[in-house]
């Protein structure tokens, strides 16, 4: 099983790569966000037009890059280009809504406590089957990387600091490693969407600078019953932690 040391810095949208980019691709990743935002807030509704010369005149950007963007929100579903009639926006049954970009949009909207109980209620169907693997499939490097991640949790979470970067970080390296773990490579392929869900909980302040102990409890029973190979025991953790944040987005 390869580890995935440091997968916390190489998982989401990294505004590092932004900041390095050239300034087309910024400058045209700056508008696909405004476009796909509105869409996911309902600004621009099912069935609006989006007109082209207009986007155009209002964002400085050429004809072509946003032929483009149109081109990536059609492959996320979210617009259809057809001949005489332009651009349409889809209604969300269209969408790829498990695409990582459409997860933060909607994330940042009204309705942003549902979309996090919609995707817990998803977490809960995936990780524990992915610790039920991983308790059969990791090898012990890898599990004693999940209960040093999980140290790491209960260390800064210990320290009032479950709000802040670098804990998240950590959560999100350790679920990205437990998917991994699996040895599932459809599961694995998941992460995104779980480090959206991470990190939108914290964006939208709904991370807790003081986690309750619990949640390190069920974090350090995960890695610890994979490391023993202990399958029900991991799957019983893992699904324990995910509750634990069900319960909270109950009580917003």
């Known amino acids: ?44 509704p ?18 072509t890059v946003l032929r483009e963007m149109m081109r990536i929100l059609e492959s996320m579903g979210m617009i259809e280009s057809r001949r005489r009639v332009g651009i349409t926006v889809l209604p969300v049954s269209a969408w790829n809504v498990l695409d990582p970009r459409i997860i933060r949009w909607r994330l940042m909207g009204s ?4 979309q996090l109980s919609r995707l817990t209620e998803m977490r809960l169907a995936l990780e524990p089957t992915a610790a039920r693997l991983a308790a059969t499939r990791a090898t012990p ?5 999940l209960l040093d991640l999980a140290r790491t949790l209960r260390t800064l979470g210990e320290k009032g600091e479950g709000n802040q970067q670098p804990y998240l970080e950590a ?3 350790f679920h990205a ?29 709904l991370s807790p600078a003081d986690p309750a102990p619990v949640s390190f409890d069920n974090h350090e029973g995960v890695a610890r019953a994979i490391l023993d190979r202990e399958p029900e025991k991991a ?16 009580e917003i």
């Open 171 to 173: 959560d999100i390296a």
């Open 46 to 63: 099912t069935g609006s037009v989006i007109t082209l010369a207009r986007l155009e005149e209002e964002t400085g950007v050429s004809r």
């Open 141 to 145: 490097e890898v599990a004693n990387e």
């Open 1 to 44: 099983m390869t580890s995935l040391h440091g997968a916390a810095s190489s998982l989401p949208a990294s505004s590092a790569q932004a900041g390095s980019a050239a300034p087309a691709p910024v400058l045209h990743n700056s508008v696909l966000e405004r476009v796909g935002i509105e869409i996911a807030q309902g600004i621009r």
């Open 111 to 114: 309705e942003r406590v549902a």
């Open 235 to 250: 799957e019983q953790f893992a699904r324990a932690v995910v509750m634990e944040v069900w319960k909270e987005l109950g």
């Open 177 to 205: 490693l437990l998917l991994a773990a699996s040895g599932n490579d459809m599961l694995t392929s998941l992460h995104g969407i779980v480090t959206e869900v991470l990190a939108g909980r914290t964006d939208l302040g």
